[in-house]
């Protein structure tokens, strides 16, 4: 809230106006859906590779999704009946993972046993309907969310 005082030297009153941050703009006609700052597109009807859904979201503009809350892996919970990829992967080094977009990795909702590397999973996918996580074979075809800042 921002108090302002009145211009008038008679008046005793404040107002007060609620400065809250605008909607970010994302372009939903195209299919992006908004959660706080930032702009969500959920390719269920496509499946990829890891590698071939994260170009896709970055020829969109985005990245394959980040997750940094539990409100924010709330909103991506798939409700579509398949897995999801999603931007971690843990390639470079085995068990540390990191995003694609360079978020930090703080927030983690593995399903239980993972992550497990079975037969070297680099690549990171959200269960159908449940939220959890849970590293996959990175050539596995799936759907993926793809996620960029919002324009203000």
Not at 5 to 20: A, L, V
Request: with cysteine; aromatic share 12%; hydrophobic share 25%.
């Amino acid at each position: 809230m921002m108090r302002r005082r009145s211009c008038d030297p008679k008046s005793q009153e404040d107002t007060y106006e609620s400065k809250s941050n605008p909607s970010p703009q994302c372009d939903l006609a195209n299919g992006w859906m908004t959660y706080g700052s930032n702009c969500y597109k959920f390719k269920s009807d496509t499946r990829k590779s890891w590698t071939s859904a994260r170009h896709d979201c970055v020829a969109d503009g985005a990245d394959l999704v980040s997750i940094t809350s539990a409100g924010e892996n709330q909103f991506v919970t798939s409700p579509t009946g398949i897995s999801m990829w999603m931007g971690g992967h843990d390639s470079m080094t085995e068990g540390g993972w990191e995003w694609t977009d360079g978020s930090p990795f703080r927030f983690i909702h593995w399903n239980a046993g993972n992550p497990d590397d079975y037969y070297g999973e680099d690549c990171l996918s959200m269960l159908i309907n449940s939220g959890y996580w849970n590293d996959d074979n990175c050539e596995y075809k799936r759907g993926y969310i793809c996620k960029r800042r919002g324009e203000k």
